[in-house]
């Protein structure tokens, strides 16, 4: 589960340093406040209470979605690198000198009921890494498990770890190598090679967790693993759907011959790869996409022919059935959703900017309410940024559960939670919020300025 975010010199998230001169990074936390309400929603990783949702609010350009974009930055670097396109501008741009200045990009996790800080520092201009570190977080200390220095080729790691001379010769091999390698990690360089060895258990874990736990989800994302939810019957998909008043009450994956199947495709180079089978290897695989109003189910059997289906809908008493491209944005945003609510694993983070795109005011109530509900049961969490300030209600949610970004006189961003104010319980804090007491929300001029008025400065 994600802990904290830290972030600094990135977009909208400015450079800024404390006494000691290390950059002073914005923070997004999800540790529990001081709130008494809805203690059931709050996961104990030993001393540490964790929330399992928080929705972020703030006006138009105030950096609401930079965090999004911070958080998912961090998470390519590890399982990709750095990349000159993607890294390109990125720092904090309102002073020219921060192209010169490191980004901070830390995330504090809990795997199991183990706590860990990991984090790291690039030069986003020169495309480079500068340090890293991983400490493990225990309930009165933290000890550290690696740190370095790639500008200066310095490292420190903890011998204790590894349990033979020559396990500790190999990782001295792998701190010295990391640091001649400017864009990538150690994180990155010890996942991807999956190591042998209970000593390496730890590193795969960390980065499995950028890899598998957190999912990031723009407006425009598929989530395509919600999809195979439709591959039988699933009648806790449907009352969900029915729940959700979606007005679909059925579904059924009719099947297609190639023909037919073709007939979907101005293009039939997308159909030939759709329908390519991996004969060398004899691989059954399953697919699901969507092309134009339709989505499909294709089967390939390797070297045998292939099975093809499409979705259809059913609602109540119509006679007809529907394609997935003929339901409404909402419902289609809704089923692309729904894998968050009836997700089964643990452990997973899922953080969506602007969960209410498409989505009716109360269903985006109901939706969270819903989590809210289902992940009772689990340890999953769940991070929006929105605009609905009906949700905005300590009736359904808890003051630090309620967060704010804020764009300040310098175009930089600042976060803040509603817990720093002390609101009571019984509240109308929608309403002071839309009323401008917490900060967050668009200021504008008075209609003389739009006219150019000759008395306007």
Known sequence: MLMR???GNFMSFG???DHEGNIAASEMLMYAGRSEQFKNRIIHVRKRKILKFSAVYGANASGKSNLIHA???????VLSGLNVKA???????????NKNKPSLFEYEISIGDRCFAYGFTVNLYQNRVLTEWLSELTDDDENIIFERDAVNSEYYFDENLFSEESAV??????MKDSNQIKETLLLHELGRRKLDGKEYALFTEIYEWFQKKLVIIYPDTKLAKGYFRFRSDNEKLVKLLKYLDTGITGYKMQELDETAFRKYFIDQSIADELLENDEEKKKLTVSIGQYQDVLFQIINYGNETSKISKLLFQHGADESQYEYGEESDGTQRLIELVEIILNDEEGK?????ELDRSLHPMMTIKFV?????FSEKTDNQLI???HESQLMDLNLLRRDEIWFAEREFDNTTSLYSLEKFKARYDKVVMKDYLNGRYGAVPVFKDFDYVNFSNNID
């Open 5 to 7: 975010f830290s972030v």
């Open 349 to 353: 983070t899922f953080v969506i900017d």
């Open 369 to 373: 309410d819903t989590f809210l509900h």
């Open 384 to 386: 929006i940024t929105t």
């Open 15 to 17: 450079y800024k340093t």
């Open 169 to 174: 010769q190999q990782f001295h091999f792998y």
């Open 71 to 77: 958080i998912d930055f961090g998470k390519r670097v």
């Open 87 to 97: 890294s390109k501008g990125k720092y904090c741009r309102n002073t020219e000198s």
